[in-house]
T-cell receptor, first 114, second 114 residues
């Protein structure tokens, strides 16, 4: 039972390069999320997808785009990476839109932009 | 705006002693509250949640949390700390405005000293 799988685990980019972070879940969850984690800032929501076919901006969406490819997959794209996007990125999912359910997290992608 | 505050960046406790990690929240309506733990280089793991009912919630690894509506708090507790409990702990609240987002605190690093 893999849960939420993120690829890659580590990545170094040069300023201006682009890349896509992949996330897939095998729990038949409806909602998926992308967070970034920075020291002293906790987790901040970048984008989320309440259900297949919908995406919405979170707290810090600038510089990012997302695609909910199907129910399983939710990708995060950096079109032109900047050093301020150096962070650890987490994908999460949960089963229902009801508020009483917890989210399940992937292992994270550590991204460094030089 | 809905928010979660974790007032302590770090908590140190001796092994065998009780521990408390503090969390206060601000939401409109009934709160749905969660605690997660993060070990080094890992994703977040769900510990426990408060939805409704008993104010004392029991979770994984011997942790429990006390919900206090009048003080808008949801403190994480454990009667006897273990060195292996050393990790980063996050409190979160589910957004009540219909977006179903999770709003996280900034995290508290727990160090249990042998």
């Amino acid at each position: 039972n893999a849960g939420v799988t993120q690829t890659p685990k580590f990545q170094v980019l040069k300023t201006g390069q682009s890349m896509t972070l992949q996330c897939a879940q095998d729990m038949n969850h409806n909602s998926m999320y992308w967070y970034r984690q920075d020291p002293g800032m906790g987790l901040r929501l970048i984008y989320y997808s309440a259900s297949e076919g919908t995406t919405d901006k979170g707290e810090v969406p600038n510089g990012y785009n997302v695609s909910r490819l199907n129910k399983r997959e939710f990708s995060l794209r950096l079109e032109s990476a900047a050093p301020s996007q150096t962070s650890v990125y987490f994908c999460a999912s949960n089963t229902l839109q009801g508020r009483n359910t917890e989210a399940f997290f992937g292992q994270g992608t550590r991204l460094t932009v030089v | 705006a809905q928010s979660v505050a974790q007032p302590e960046d770090q908590v140190n406790v001796a092994e065998g002693n009780p521990l408390t990690v503090k969390c206060t929240y601000s939401v409109s309506g009934n709160p749905y509250l969660f605690w997660y733990v993060q070990y080094p280089n890992r994703g977040l793991q769900f510990l426990l949640k408060y939805i409704t009912g008993d104010n004392l919630v029991k979770g994984s690894y011997g942790f429990e949390a006390e919900f206090n509506k009048s003080q808008t708090s949801f403190h994480l507790k454990k009667p006897s700390a273990l060195v292996s409990d050393s990790a980063l702990y996050f409190c979160a609240v589910r957004d009540t405005s219909g977006t179903y987002k999770y709003i996280f605190g900034t995290g508290t690093r727990l160090k249990v000293l042998a």
